[in-house]
């Protein structure tokens, strides 16, 4: 309400699949519907209300038609006066193009009005109830083009707030905010850039004092618990920003620029987001203090609407209606379909096979592996085949979920790790579709570029491949065994060109994928490169080697790709006629992509894959588990394990994609680490695990997160994806440490306690029962028993009697009720926990 306060509705349930909502207004002004089903925010949600007051009785406008819509498309809105009044309802459209306006009159004072905009604009709409005009009429519609495709920015620079205190490590620091109104909240926390340690996302929404604790291993640290005041000026709101720039005209593939001044807007984050017929480039110019320079570039002209809020709520004037003028890209868009059949599902001692073309690798240094659900990995057969074609061939020996891993020079390929399911298939979705080959990192004019899909795990659906640039592509896909197929796609213009990929019409997790296309290499071809190492590299240790022309003309470039997704410059040096040296420092332990390319063009075996540190750090071997994974509860903590036991040391790092931001913290466990994740409001959320900037088998997870205990604590979802992260410099952790443990499988239903010992307890008498465990496969029998005073039994045994049966001996010695828990596994056995009086 605009008070602040809530208001109860009734919904009552018209038993024919839809809902009434009723709620009485009691004020004037704006009204929020906050709506959820099952935890999870209903599409559209927070639904927004004007209501006014005319002649002693509440009239009330609502709908996303008020709003806008999309050119082409039929939007509506409803507004409620009071019952037998409909008639008094007046409403005009006035916009851009004459629209038909189609009207229907309800019994109990509601009237609901549609309409179909087919020019781009703002509407707007007239509402009058008597003969006067509502609260907030006109209401102004903004109609974008059609085929609306959105960009989106968010930036937290606004949000952060400083504690003054140096942390060196912060990895395993937990952080909570008691607002003013008593309410405990997760933090995220972050290393600012001078050091200090600070809050990432600091979003007051009320006045007051926040106290804001910081721990680790369970005990504040330093000068924790901090206050921090917050009066009017702090308190995030959008009123406060000022916008200038290009707002409503702007240029097609140009720079246009907006300036957003948060300086009298308190706390809180910037969301940026442009959405019209086309796609847009959006990116932060820079950022001073507080105000911040955007450059946006639509791909072409039209109407586009510019969307800029700021702590959840739009900057005056938005969203802004921008007419994009200029000249056409000239981008050419070509897409392929299929329609993929659910992979067949292959029984544990079946042999199975698959085929991958990878261009540009030697056949004597392919190698691949399996690894099954217990850690245990074996050799697969590789087989060469023409035109860089690999047969691979493997026989699992278990059912469960197998990691494959595909090297080349003992690096793994693009593309590898990927999970390969024996036995039952899952339905994992688009997020499980993954891609891998040359064919996404560069391109050619001219040739063939390459790239394998993996369909197995997401389950049945329709794929489509889309090339859009400066020229048509010509796009083929290759069916193949297993879930396998091979796409590639040849171009007549170089240029930057966009490598769609779909499933069930939802992007996969990269796609976009940007690759520029060179001119032939023509020259480049020539090229050769000597003396390069490329394994037992060291931090710090210059890593140099010679590029030699043989003849060729041009400009040398180099640049690395690290691990942490950084990009560094190689120095180039001249030392003779036609051969240069090449040099860079490395900083961190992983694999290293050096491009080395002559006049833009790349030369053969560029991007170059070098190995610094221990060639054991191996995403293969890194495993994640938990619930945690696939579904959470908003406002708690959601937990899983990545298993990094055998795999070396390296750079773990964990991205949270979803509706709102997620609090993130680490612990450290014997055989890897413990991540928890708090999210603030419900929705899907994609959890990405990276070991050396490799996903790992299995990433990106989708966790579905919905309302937890405490319904309040869930914000609105933010328009645009948020993303939270973070990176842990792993150390070296050999499996038995606490790692591989064998797999038990117990049925705790089937063990049966029995004998006097359950049904009644004396003091000081030995008394005993037996446990039978014969149907109940295997598992860890534990057995415990405390005492009235809270402390365990003084006396407690248990002894084998037969290769089934256990016999349990306990004393005790106080006078009260005593409770015996007998678990099997993790499972409570039939009865347990028992209860005993003395």
Same mark, same amino acid.
């Given at each position: ?122 509407? $707007? ?68 850039? $001078? ?26 640290? /330093? $000068? ?32 246009? *620029? ?49 969307? %800029?809020?700021?702590?959840? *709520? ?8 921008? /007419? ?64 860089? =074609?690999?047969? &691979? ?37 688009? =997020? ?19 790239? /394998? ?50 499933? $069930?019409?939802?992007? %996969? ?78 900083? *961190? ?13 790349? &030369? ?89 900037? %490799? ?56 063990? %049966? ?55 349990? /001996? ?10 015996? =828990? ?17």
């Amino acid at each position: 309400m605009p008070s602040g306060n809530g208001l109860g509705p009734k919904v009552r349930d018209n038993a024919d699949g839809t809902i009434c909502v009723e709620y009485e207004p009691k004020k004037e002004g704006r009204h929020e519907v906050l709506m959820s089903y099952d935890g999870s925010g209903v599409d559209g949600s927070p639904f927004a209300c004007v209501v006014d007051k005319i002649e002693n009785s509440f009239i009330t406008a609502f709908g996303a038609g008020l709003v806008g819509g999309l050119s082409g498309d039929s939007v509506g809105f409803t507004v409620v006066a009071k019952r037998g009044t409909a008639k008094d309802i007046e409403v005009k459209i006035d916009g851009p193009a004459k629209v038909d306006l189609q009207r229907k009159d309800n019994d109990d004072g509601s009237a609901n009005f549609n309409y179909m905009p087919m020019t781009p604009g703002a509407y $707007n709409i007239n509402i009058k109830y008597h003969g006067k005009p509502i609260k907030g009429s006109p209401f102004v519609a903004k109609v974008s083009g059609e085929g609306r495709k959105r960009s989106t920015l968010s930036l937290a620079n606004s949000a952060e707030y400083s504690l003054k205190i140096i942390e060196p490590d912060i990895v395993d620091l937990v952080g909570t905010v008691q607002t003013p109104g008593g309410q405990i909240e997760p933090i995220i926390l972050k290393k600012m850039d $001078n050091g200090e340690l600070g809050i990432a996302y600091f979003t007051p929404r009320q006045k007051g004092e926040y106290v804001v604790c910081v721990l680790r291993s369970e005990k504040n640290i /330093n $000068n924790s618990p901090f206050r921090i005041k917050v009066g009017d000026k702090e308190i995030g709101h959008a009123a406060g920003c000022t916008v200038k720039g290009d707002i409503s005209e702007a240029l097609a593939n140009k720079s246009n *620029e907006v300036i957003i001044d948060t300086t009298n807007g308190g706390y809180g984050g910037l969301t940026v987001s442009i959405e019209g017929p086309h796609r847009s480039e959006v990116e932060v110019y820079k950022v001073e203090d507080r105000v911040y320079t955007v450059h946006y570039s639509p791909h072409e002209p039209g109407i586009y609407i510019l969307n %800029i809020r700021f702590a959840d *709520e739009d900057v005056p004037g938005s969203p802004f209606l921008v /007419n994009v003028g200029g000249n056409p890209s000239g981008r050419v868009r070509e897409t392929i379909t299929k329609d993929v059949e659910p992979a067949a599902a292959i029984s544990a001692g079946s042999p199975s096979e698959f085929v991958l073309q990878i261009p540009g690798t030697n056949p004597f240094d392919m190698e691949a592996s399996m690894t099954d659900p217990e850690g245990i990995s074996e050799l697969c057969e590789v087989m060469d085949q023409e035109d860089f =074609h690999y047969l &691979i061939k493997m026989t699992p020996k278990t059912n469960g979920l197998h990691t494959v891993s595909i090297k080349h020079k003992g690096m793994h390929v693009s593309g590898s790790p990927f999970q390969f399911s024996v036995g039952q298939l899952s339905h994992g979705g688009p =997020h499980k579709v993954q891609v891998g080959g040359p064919g996404l990192e560069k391109g050619e004019v001219g040739l063939q570029n390459v790239f /394998n899909i993996y369909t197995r795990e997401a389950g049945p659906g329709t794929l489509s491949v889309a090339v859009e640039g400066t020229a048509k592509a010509t796009i083929q896909l290759e069916q193949r065994p297993n879930g396998f197929l091979g796409a590639q796609y040849k171009t007549s213009k170089p240029g930057m060109y966009g490598v769609h990929v779909k499933y $069930n019409d939802v992007h %996969i997790p990269g796609s976009p994928f940007m690759v520029n296309v060179a001119p032939d290499s023509g020259v480049a071809r020539q090229i050769s490169i000597h003396a390069l190492k490329d394994k037992g590299l060291l931090i710090d240790k210059p890593v140099t080697f010679s590029v030699a022309f043989n003849g060729a003309q041009g400009h040398l470039h180099a640049t690395v790709r690290t691990p942490s997704g950084g990009h560094m410059d190689c120095l180039c040096q001249e030392m003779d006629t036609g051969v240069y040296a090449v040099r860079f420092i490395p900083k *961190e332990n992983g694999v290293h992509y050096v491009d080395v390319k002559l006049n833009d063009a790349h &030369i053969p075996d560029s991007p170059i894959p070098i190995m610094v540190g221990s060639t054991a750090s191996d995403p293969a071997m890194v495993t994640a588990s938990g619930d945690g994974l696939e579904h959470g509860k908003c406002g708690a903590k959601n937990k899983f394990i990545v298993r990094t036991a055998g795999a070396g040391s390296g750079l773990l790092a964990v991205f949270i994609d979803g509706p709102s931001k997620s609090a993130l913290s680490c612990k450290e466990l014997d055989e890897g680490y413990e991540f928890s994740y708090t999210p603030f409001c419900p929705g899907n959320y994609l959890i990405t695990v990276k070991y050396g900037n %490799i996903p790992i088998a299995g990433s990106p997870y989708q966790a579905v997160v919905t309302g937890g205990a405490a319904q309040g604590v869930g914000r609105k979802p933010s328009p645009v994806v948020e993303q939270s992260s973070m990176a842990v410099e792993t150390v070296e952790k050999k499996a038995g440490a606490g790692g591989v443990r064998r797999k038990l499988t117990g049925d705790a239903s089937k063990v %049966i306690a029995k004998g006097p010992g359950l049904k009644k307890a004396f003091t000081n008498r030995v008394q005993t029962f037996n446990v039978e465990i014969k149907d109940a496969g295997n598992a860890v029998l534990s057995i415990g028993m405390i005492s009235p005073s809270g402390f365990p039994e003084a006396e407690l045994s248990l002894k084998k009697v037969s290769q089934t049966t256990y016999t349990v /001996n306990y004393k005790v010695q106080e006078i009260g009720e005593h409770i015996l =828990h007998i678990k099997w596994g993790d499972d409570e056995i039939p009865g347990s926990p028992f209860v005993l009086t003395t």
